[in-house]
């Protein structure tokens, strides 16, 4: 009968792995036929993944064709990673203002939409694109939430349980297209191919909050170091260019030079310094590097750069190793107030000698006097420029002006949430023996808990942790990426936390026993069925023991996958009902619903037969159970010998015959902490009791 069932539930599995997704690249052959007569589709450009398109005009047919717009894989030129740790590919077409034209879903590795149907989903959401354009603020709500569009603003729905998802397609979908409309022009001349207008790349692209000077300046966003001629003049002393200002004996206090020095590569920083077209001069220059902005003004630097013969020269570095950068002029378009004078400078440093913003750097400025008569005799002083907009201030202003920051603020009551039931639960546990002091007091507090997991952090925040995580962030960093894009998706990030810090005090099983949705759906599925009359069946300790180790042969494949066979990665994956059950609310293709119904279904005959035997979760946070510090569950010399009552009644037979536990297999229901309390079955406490009860029986009647 076990068998018969075992059989079933695998050959569900193999025929949902049979339900997948494939996806090819283009060529240009391709893209024309997508877009049929309506553009000619030159060749791809050399050095950018673009094919560029020309129309003629109808009234001219003989003139040259016009450069029209790009058409791309998005894939090629901003690889957005998306919930599985890869990008999500699109063919894209724009127009050369950033409209968008067409957009297409060309392949994606979602794990959440593999089937048809949910391809069809992120496709779906993908077409919302067409007529809007990079200019467009995009709000992503419900997938049943009206969608409305106007000139700056669209509100799109999103996909069921693809929140990560979609939003990596809508930052593909403005990366990608700022990208090729600030390169390609540049990729079009260098091609031979004749320049078209040169694109406005979206500049308003970055939501950042508006700030004045004063408060730009008071957030150390921009930093003022003032010279006075005293100080410049002292600085020459002694030097053959001493003297060469004969005003800073008379006005020795009088300003001789001001430098302001702003970190503009930072959204905050750059979008409220620079007009428009500063922020896409930065943004087309910066290729993953910073950018530092160095203003000039004062009468001396005016001298200096002048008749008299001075310049200005800078000097970079960091951890006292120096660093290399560029220099771009850039005098018009800055937002600066008062000096109009001021002479701007934008230093580009490059991302092979990356400059790290989130420590101090020393900026210097030397001031270069020339003297005698030769035009190659300088002096030269250097004084070093103030800037303290770094460490913590800039990795805030960073968090500020990211993806995940907007999505951390946006679901902050479920944050709160989240963060108020763990809280409970710590408190659950470290007072255990107070919670567990009656059965049904820890009923009372374990069933109503186990359904907020369900229905709060599984079903509504839709917080379910997963092997994905792990195999997306091993594939990650594998392939020398950060694992950033997790960030996105709060829930998955706080639960991660939690493990992590429970895992070193109690081990899996404050995971696995309170706080995965699935697990708490067996369980109250168990109970319930209970409840009816049907109870589960305790398997014979030597297969109990055998059978366990199949979760860790599960999740061997999984990750020996990873590297040897990686596109089955994604298919062995989803021996987790999680996405069925608690991502997709079963609403999913039959086979993936028939594997979750079967693990359910195996759970109220094997008590969480799916935790103890087959999931690689479950498999990987059991084998970290070596970083377990303590060993929580009270114990007694009679546990074991003679008494098994704890061992009887663990329903997840972690209870060796000998009384010990087995921590990797605990599920921490505390169930043996309130037998261990409990003087009606703690075998101990039972005699203690009786002993004390003898040694108060009455004397015999006198006869
Ligand atoms: S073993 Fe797997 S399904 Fe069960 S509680 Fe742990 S993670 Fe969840
Ligand atoms: S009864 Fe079993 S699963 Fe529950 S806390 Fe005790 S040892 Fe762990």
């Known amino acids: 009968m076990k068998n018969l069932f075992l059989r079933a539930l695998l050959g569900c599995l193999i025929a949902m792995l049979a339900a997948g997704a494939t996806a090819t690249s283009l060529r240009k052959v391709d893209v024309e036929q997508e877009l049929g007569a309506r553009y000619l589709v030159g060749d791809m450009l050399t050095t950018l993944p673009v094919w560029p398109l020309y129309q003629r005009d109808a009234e001219r047919p003989d003139d040259k064709p016009q450069l029209r717009g790009y058409a791309f894989e998005s894939i090629d030129i901003e690889p957005v990673r998306g919930y599985s740790g890869k990008p999500i590919n699109l063919f894209v077409v724009t127009d050369t203002e950033g409209n968008y034209l067409q957009v297409r879903l060309v392949e994606h590795r979602e794990p959440l939409f593999r089937s048809e149907g949910g391809t069809r989903k992120i496709a779906g959401f993908a077409e919302q694109y067409p007529g809007l354009s990079v200019r467009h603020h995009v709000d992503i709500r419900g997938p049943q939430a009206a969608t409305s569009r106007d000139a700056n603003q669209a509100v799109l729905h999103g996909v069921q349980a693809g929140t990560v998802t979609a939003r990596a397609i809508d930052k593909t979908m403005l990366q990608s297209v700022t990208t090729v409309l600030a390169l390609a022009p540049e990729a079009l001349e260098n091609h031979g191919a004749t320049a078209g207008k040169r694109a406005q790349r979206r500049a308003s692209d970055v939501e950042v909050r508006a700030l004045g000077w004063a408060q730009l300046q008071s957030r150390r966003m921009v930093d003022t170091t003032q010279l006075t ?235 379910q942790l997963s092997i994905v995580n792990i195999t997306s962030s091993v594939e990650s960093l594998a392939g020398g990426n950060d694992l950033r894009f ?158 098994q009552t704890c061992r009887s009644r663990c329903d997840y037979q972690s209870i060796s015959k000998d009384g010990k536990v087995s921590y990797q297999e605990c599920f921490q229901c505390l169930d043996c902490v309130a037998i261990w309390q409990d003087d009606k079955q703690c075998l101990p406490l039972v005699q203690e009791k009786k002993r004390t009860v003898i040694a108060i029986v009455p004397h015999k009647e006198a006869a």
């Open 486 to 643: 997790l960030l996105t998706d709060p829930m998955t990030v706080i639960l991660w936390l939690a493990v992590f810090v429970s895992l070193l005090v109690w081990g899996r099983g404050t995971f696995c026993g309170w706080l995965c949705p699935f697990g708490a759906l067996q369980e109250l599925v168990s109970r319930l069925m209970r409840a009816v009359g049907v109870r589960h069946r305790r398997i014979r300790h030597e297969w109990d023991r055998r059978l366990k180790w199949i979760k860790y042969v599960v999740l061997a494949a999984i990750v020996g996958s990873i590297w040897a066979a990686p596109s089955a990665t994604e298919i062995l994956v989803e021996v987790e009902p999680f996405k069925t059950a608690i991502s997709l609310y079963f609403m999913r293709d039959w086979p993936y619903v028939a594997w979750a119904v079967g693990c359910l279904a195996l759970s109220v005959f094997v008590y969480r037969g799916y935790c103890r035997y087959i999931c690689p979760l479950g498999a990987a946070l059991a084998a970290l159970n070596p970083l377990r510090r303590w060993g929580w569950i009270p114990r007694r010399d009679a546990c074991g010998q003679p008494c």
């Open 229 to 463: 001629r005293a100080q410049v003049e002292a600085a020459f002393k002694g030097t053959r260019a001493a003297g060469a200002d004969s005003e800073a004996a008379l006005r020795p206090d009088e300003l001789a030079i001001r430098f302001d020095v702003a970190l503009v590569s930072l959204p905050q920083v750059g979008r409220n310094l620079l007009d428009d077209k500063g922020w896409r001069l930065v943004e087309a220059n910066l290729r993953g590097g910073e950018a530092i902005l160095v203003s000039d003004s004062g009468p001396l630097s005016d001298l200096l750069r002048g008749a008299r013969g001075g310049s200005l020269s800078f000097t970079l570095a960091q951890d006292g190793k120096p660093l290399k950068f560029r220099q771009i002029g850039y005098d018009e378009g800055l937002k600066l107030p008062a000096d109009l004078r001021a002479r701007h400078r934008l230093f580009i440093v490059d991302a092979d000698t990356p400059l790290d913003v989130t420590r101090a750097f020393e900026l210097k400025a030397s001031l270069q006097r020339r003297y005698g008569p030769f035009p190659t005799m300088f002096a030269e002083a250097a004084f070093p420029l103030d800037y303290r907009f770094h460490g913590w201030r800039a990795t805030l202003s960073s968090w500020r002006d990211s993806d995940w920051f907007e999505a951390w603020q946006k679901r902050w009551w479920e944050i709160g949430l989240l963060a108020g039931a763990l809280a409970l639960l710590g408190v659950v546990l470290v007072r255990q023996r107070r919670v567990t002091a009656s059965a049904r007091r820890l009923r009372n507090v374990r069933v109503p808990f186990l359904l907020f997991t369900l229905v709060g952090i599984g079903w509504t925040f839709q917080g």
